[in-house]
Structures are given as C-alpha cells and as structure tokens.
C-alpha cells in the first residue's frame, strides 16, 4: 500500500485544497493529511477563521483524504513519516525546496499551485482583514 502525506491549514477549504487533495491521492492508495492546530499557527502568524476541529472535520469529509493527524510543530513531519511508513511527502510549490531533507525517508515531491485562489483572498475579498 502507498501512503502519501501532505500538511496544511485548510482555512476556508477551497478548490485549490481540493485540486492538491484529489492529485495527492491519485499518487497512492492512502491519504494522510496533517491539519495545522490553532496553536500551531498561532506560532507561524497565521490567522485562520476556522477553527482546527471544525478544519479537521471538513477534511475528513473530503473523499480523497483516509486519516487526519494534528500538525503541531515543524519537527513532527519526520517521525510522522516513519510511524506512518510514508512513501511520498506532498506540498503545494510554494513550498518548493523546503523540505527536500525528508527525501531520505520518502519521495518528496511539489505540486503546482491552483492559481487565483487563497485563504488570504478570500478574506480579503469578505474583508475580515
Ligand atoms: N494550495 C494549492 N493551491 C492554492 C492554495 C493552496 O495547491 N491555491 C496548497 C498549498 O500549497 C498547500 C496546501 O494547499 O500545500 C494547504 O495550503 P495552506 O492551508 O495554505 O497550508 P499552509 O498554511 O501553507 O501550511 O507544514 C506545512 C504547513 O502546515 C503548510
């Protein structure tokens, strides 16, 4: 069995996640998806609308997602990695080069981007910033 895992916050889920998730599975034969905490982005100054349980929640509906773990820390990617026998590491290119050091324990690989969508246009756009 093939086990992809990516991370992210997911605020305001939108069809970039959605795009990202449906490619992410179609690597393998199981999803894992680590949801950033509210505590976890409180530390990497990221504002989100909705809170980790309801995030957590709206992911674990997704189709394409098989487990949800909390994403509380930066150093938790690796031995998440290992405990989970992960074949592949998956980011948005955003991300591109930023966790090449997890390419001894799997396949690291980005996707592209769906452009013109964002948390942070969207709250733009609903001016809630
Ligand atoms: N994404 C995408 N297209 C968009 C928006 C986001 O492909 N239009 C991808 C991002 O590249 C990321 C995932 O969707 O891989 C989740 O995006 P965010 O919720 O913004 O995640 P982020 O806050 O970047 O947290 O340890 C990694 C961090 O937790 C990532």
């Not at 894992?32 to 990497?44: A, L, M, P, W, Y």
């Not at 001894?104 to 769906?114: A, F, G, H, M, P």
Request: hydrophobic share 40%.
């Amino acid at each position: 069995m093939k086990t992809v895992i990516t991370y992210g916050t997911f605020d305001l889920f939108h069809i970039g996640h959605v795009n990202l998730l449906k490619r992410a599975k179609s690597l393998g034969d199981r999803l894992i998806v680590g949801v950033s905490t509210d505590e976890f982005n409180q530390s990497k100054g990221k504002t989100t609308l909705v809170p980790y349980a309801h995030r957590a929640a709206i992911l674990e509906s997704c189709r394409y997602v098989d487990l949800i773990i909390p994403e509380q820390n930066w150093q938790q990617k690796r031995p998440d990695i290992v405990q989970h026998n992960v074949d592949i590491f998956l980011m948005g290119d955003d991300w591109r080069g930023k966790f090449d050091e997890l390419s001894d324990l799997c396949q690291v690989i980005y996707l592209d981007r769906t452009k013109d969508i964002s948390s942070t246009a969207m709250k733009q756009a609903i001016n809630v910033f």
